[in-house]
């Protein structure tokens, strides 16, 4: 188990509670949960995405007994459980509590953590950042500080492979040789250098000092991109934070560093890699992967699973999976497209777009840029970088934007998702 338990607060009662969706942070979690048209939604936050082989089971058993039977993951490595019925809430937090998926309840919502998935697998980055994730989610759960944090916020572990460190964190440490890391507070170029050994507990200080800022300046945001106090503050909040624990520190500016990306399916160093068509499991594939786990398995933000390779073949693990419909090969399609949940799972959806993704799959993967389609223009969960957006059009059809980089945004129409290879030979080059 990832976590130590909370010296927070006393528990709540594990009742769940509907979300408001009018004032303050309605984003779901365990305890709150969020009411969709194909019933009540709970986000399961897994740190790192690291499941231990019964915590996997719990959810498994959570989701047939409680829910629509899938386990449906998000863009931040977390498991989201759907169509959960009326009045669930209390047995669905105490099945999870004893499985050790609920540490501590007053923080459920804020253990948002993505570190770097083959971390400690593949022989590549800097360090294993396992004892960073054990570390900070332990000592996130005893901070009574960090219960102010929306839903919201994100903490990044890079292992120095450039990974996760692309994900648009609120607080990322990158880890870099000799025992040294980077601690980044929001997108912006101002860094702070400090000790490999102090990493986990400078981000936690890091969330601290943003809650510090947030409370002294009354605005109401969540993100640290979003404050309107101006960085500076921001960062004079973080070294007074480190200082006065003892963390030492030097100022820096973010360095570029060019990126791993998301881990190609198939066996890499003593892991296998699987990717997880639109994030959505059924209850075979994950009773598959739990199954081939060697006692645990990690989530991807990238919607696949890392399953650390045991004592069998490799080869005849990956055909096991891949018999279920899971992704195995690095030149599928499924790679290059994503969706939101769609209709008929999301009121403000216009579109199937999950039935359109799969069976315009062959012209997507086609495709110079990958595709994300979305049934309205929240597009929830939508990925970061260059992609073409296909988002449903309030009178039918769908609005392409090829979205790149420094480069002006191109669109076209697609009145039927048939003709996709039109639409997007119209605006890609």
Known sequence: ?????????????????????????????????????????????????????????????????????EVHL??????????????CGAELAELLDAAGLLP?????????????PLSGLDGRGSRDVRSWLTELDAALCASVSATAL??????????????????????????????EAVL?????????????????????LAAEAFVDVVRDSGARVWRVDELPCGREVLLRAVRDR????????????????????PPSPGAVGSALIVHVPLGRLTAAQWREVTEVADGELRLTPW????????????????????????????????????????????????????????????AAGRSALPLYWSGCERRCGHPRGGRIDVVAAPGGGYEL???????????????DPSDLATALAAITP
């Open 184 to 204: 980044a507070p929001g997108s912006g170029d101002e860094v702070l250098y400090v000790s490999g050994d102090d990493a986990a507990r400078a981000a936690l």
């Open 401 to 415: 934007t090829a979205a790149e980089p420094g480069r002006p945004a191109r669109t076209a129409l697609l009145d």
């Open 104 to 116: 501590s309840y007053a923080h459920e919502r804020v253990r948002n953590v993505v570190a770097s």
């Open 1 to 69: 188990m990832l976590a130590a338990m909370s010296t927070a607060a006393p528990r709540p009662s594990p009742q769940a509670t509907a979300a408001s969706r009018v004032r303050g942070d309605a984003c779901p979690g365990t305890l709150r949960l969020h009411e969709a048209d194909d019933g009540a939604l709970a986000r399961v936050r897994v740190p790192g995405g690291v499941l231990t082989a019964p915590q996997a089971r719990a959810l498994a058993e959570a989701a047939g007994r409680l829910g629509d039977g």
């Open 303 to 362: 919607r696949s699973v890392v399953v650390p390779a045991g004592t069998g073949d490799p080869a005849a693990a990956l055909s096991r999976l891949a018999d279920t419909g899971l992704v195995t090969d690095p030149g599928s399609p499924w790679l290059r497209v994503g969706a939101c949940i769609g209709r008929p799972g999301c009121a403000r959806s216009r579109a199937d777009v999950r039935a359109d993704a799969a069976r315009t799959l062959a």
């Open 150 to 179: 929306s839903g919201r916020f994100l903490f990044a572990l890079d292992d120095g492979r450039g990974d996760v460190a692309g994900l648009g964190a609120d607080v990322t440490v990158r880890a870099l040789p000799g025992n």
């Open 74 to 87: 998000t863009s931040r490595g977390n498991v989201q459980l759907r169509g959960l019925r009326e009045a």
């Open 242 to 261: 480190l200082a006065g624990s003892g963390v030492g520190f030097r100022d820096g500016v973010r360095e570029a560093a060019e990126g791993a990306g």
